[in-house]
Antibody, heavy 128, light 109 residues
């Protein structure tokens, strides 16, 4: 059974860069069937999709974060990572990593997505 | 980008049926996935695709779509179903982007 675990600092200073890593166990990250993503949840608020990356390195970002965000993958370690620069208090949140699976819609030749395996989340606070 | 709209709160009497809805311009084009989140826990997938449930999810959970509204139905709600529920779908503007609804807090009375 696949498991995912986030790791990284719990406290980041304003203007600094957040680096988080998600370690995947129970299966290879190098599968073309899945992409690997990040979702965050600010205190008392809903879920926000951050971005996803395939093991090939192709990455897709939330437009609202794109200018500050970099996703990367290390298949040799079965890990993928997030870097979010210029952190502010608004970035204080619980950050989750998740596996994104997909199904194919034959009538429009498009994929739909769903996140079927989640990490437990890591709390990141931005404060001086 | 697309937006998905959910009612902030819904309540249901124990054992009754409840429908949680998710509205969005492009929902008719792509299947919606649904996630249950208990307090202090990570979200958990409960319904995806046309109407599929991951292993271990009770069959009282079902999904459907009508026009631009997706619905998660819980038939015979149990006390343990009290949680926040989020819908998610593709962003129509890009093949790979994804959006979440604002979430619905379900109270089982």
């Amino acid at each position: 059974q696949m498991q995912m675990q986030e790791s990284g600092p719990g406290l980041v200073k304003p203007s600094e860069t957040l680096s988080l890593t998600c370690t995947v166990s129970g299966g290879p990250i190098s599968s073309s069937s899945y992409s690997w993503g990040w979702v965050r949840q600010t205190p008392g608020k809903g879920l926000e999709w951050i971005g996803n990356i395939y093991y090939t390195g192709s990455a897709y970002y939330n437009p609202s974060l794109k200018s500050r965000l970099t996703l990367s993958v290390d298949a040799s370690k079965n890990q993928f990572s997030l870097r979010l620069s210029s952190m502010t208090a608004a970035d204080t949140a619980v950050y989750y990593c998740a596996r994104r699976n997909r199904g194919f819609l034959e009538w429009i030749s498009q994929y739909y997505y769903y996140m079927d395996v989640w990490g437990k989340g890591t709390t990141v606070t931005v404060s001086s | 980008s697309s937006e998905l709209t959910q009612d902030p709160a819904v309540s249901v009497a124990l054992g009754q049926t409840v429908r949680i809805t998710c509205q969005g311009d492009k929902i008719r084009n792509f299947y919606t996935s649904w996630y249950q989140q208990m307090p202090g826990q990570a979200p958990m997938l409960v319904v995806y695709g046309k109407n599929n449930r991951p292993s271990g999810i009770p069959d009282r959970f079902s999904g459907s779509t009508s026009g631009n509204t997706a619905s998660l139905t819980i038939t015979g709600a149990q006390a343990e179903d009290e949680a926040d529920y989020y819908c998610s779908s593709r962003d129509s503007s890009d093949n790979h982007l994804q959006v979440f609804g604002g979430g619905t807090k379900l109270t089982v009375l």
